[in-house]
């Protein structure tokens, strides 16, 4: 008993130097210490012999890596950057377990990635399962100091001013948790998707801002249904297909409300970066065999030359149109559209191409003058003399000052513009932004509109609503009126 006692002592010390050398990384102690302990067992010799060849052969494996170890340290070092076989031989033994834990690696850095573009539906601490917010709910986690323009309820007639300028009431809604604002006529001759921009840009613009609001009284007018859906993420390429499915939802929504005919005509308008995804938008549309009738794409940004190659035979009847002036960034200039719009004509299909040039301020102040509420053109008279005498045009009226090229860009003569409109004191209770009437924005506007700059103008409105007559409905029953 007590030999087998001290027996069982000795193994167990053998085997704590065995794992100590195993985990101290001294394979070869540890290999001759394991043959050891099987060869003192009663069925050991066997394995022990066997464990033995084992062991001569991993030292002679050693050697040979060892040698060719030698051997990498005399490769070429033309290349410092590129791994041999050598060297990964010598820093990879297993492979597999690398590339397993390289792969582990870049789904976690694509999960880390996903949860900083995620919208504000999808819960990164629970990825895969997606929470709509669907109003009345979708913002009432909003602290009380966002503006209100973010916690507008569904009602149907949200903007009063628009309401007074057109005669038509712009109803509100939510679509998966995005705003949608839309105006139906009493009859439908088409329906007009409206793209807003990227950056400050909201689905609001249209009915809101100066340069805007005029294209929408005229194509409701000419009874054209709007609607203006707040894109999930700026139009990224992302999240643009969930945009698309909300553009659908939106429409089909619409019909249900109203009994909008679902077969009506649509069309698209668009601004800035909102273009590249209209471009994206109608190109799927025509491959899903449902095509936009026609488009309208006012100073597109970021539209790819790989699109603009591949995309003139799937495109409607377009319009573009181009700021003189314009040198935002990215921006789509003169040179990357003609050839597109050639390629759309050379297919026979509409197109054209127009050019915003520079003009000089006139006494209306390009339209400041004829909106409601505005003073008219006694205010904006008082209006240009106080730029001109603090240095923001002319005597002629050109703009003479750097005008910012993008919203939110600091302009180092924004005090003279400020000082200019302030010295009016028809305009000193104006708000920066207001859904009720005219706002100090709005001359901002109208300055970057006259310069040419990025800024959509209303001087091509006519241009689009022709286009979009002669493909509406209207303009199918005035063409088989013609031919009968």
């Known amino acids: 008993m007590v030999r087998r006692t001290r027996g069982g002592a000795k193994t167990l010390r053998s085997r704590g130097r065995w ?25 050991g010799s066997e394995r022990a012999r066997s464990l033995r060849h084992k062991s001569s052969s991993l030292t002679a494996d050693a050697g040979r890596s060892a040698a060719r170890d030698q051997a990498c340290q005399f490769v070429s070092t033309e290349s410092k950057v590129r791994l041999t076989s050598c060297s990964l031989r010598r820093r990879v033994p297993n492979r597999v377990a690398c590339f397993r834990n390289l792969y582990l690696q870049l789904v976690l850095c694509a999960l ?22 669907p109003h009345p709910e979708a913002n009432a986690t909003l602290p009380v100091s966002l503006p209100e323009i973010m916690r507008i309820p569904d009602q149907d007639c949200v903007f009063p001013y628009f309401k007074e300028y057109t005669g038509a009431c712009v109803s509100h809604r939510y679509v998966n948790g995005q705003s949608l604002y839309y105006h139906v006529p009493k009859f439908v001759t088409g329906y007009v998707v409206l793209i807003h921009g990227a950056g400050v840009g909201r689905s609001e613009d249209w009915f809101v801002r100066i340069n805007r609001i005029p294209m929408m009284k005229r194509l409701i007018n000419d009874g054209f249904a709007v609607a203006a859906v707040q894109s999930v993420a700026q139009w990224t390429m992302l999240t643009r297909q969930r945009d698309l ?54 100073i597109p940004w970021g539209v790819t030359r790989q699109f603009l190659a591949r995309s003139a035979q799937r495109m409607p009847p377009t319009i573009v149109a181009i700021g003189e002036a314009d040198t935002v960034p990215m921006v789509n200039t003169r040179a990357q559209l003609q050839p597109w719009v050639d390629a759309m004509r050379a297919n026979g299909v509409e197109a054209n191409l127009y050019v ?19 003073g008219g053109r006694e205010m904006t008279r008082e209006l240009v003399q106080e730029m001109r005498s603090q240095g923001v045009i002319d005597e002629e009226g050109r703009i003479i000052i750097p005008l910012p090229a993008m919203q939110g860009v600091e302009n180092p003569y924004e005090r003279l513009i400020v000082d200019a409109y302030m010295g009016v004191n028809y305009l000193r209770d104006w708000p920066v932004f207001s859904f009720a009437g005219p ?25 689009v609503l022709n286009t979009f007559l002669r493909h509406s409905k209207y303009g199918e029953i005035s063409a088989m009126a013609a031919r009968g």
């Open 245 to 298: 499915t909300n553009q659908d939802q939106a429409f089909w929504q619409i019909v249900r409300e109203t009994g909008m005919s679902p077969d009506v005509p649509v069309f698209a308008v668009c601004v800035s970066r909102g273009c590249q995804y209209q471009g994206w938008m109608a190109e799927t549309l025509w491959r899903q065999r449902r095509p936009l009738r026609a488009q309208y794409m006012s």
């Open 356 to 374: 915003n040039k520079a003009r000089n301020v006139d006494d209306c102040f390009h339209t400041l003058c004829r909106m409601p509420h505005t």
């Open 112 to 133: 880390a990635f996903l949860c900083l573009v995620a919208p504000t539906t999808v819960s990164c601490e629970a990825l895969g399962n997606e929470v709509e917010a």
């Open 439 to 463: 706002m100090i924005d709005w001359i901002y506007q109208e300055l970057s509109e006259l310069q040419g700059g990025h800024r959509h103008t209303s001087d091509f409105d006519t241009a």
């Open 19 to 43: 794992l100590l050398a195993l985990l101290g990384g001294r394979s070869h102690e540890a290999r001759a210490l394991k043959t050891r302990m099987v060869a003192g067992t009663p069925r």
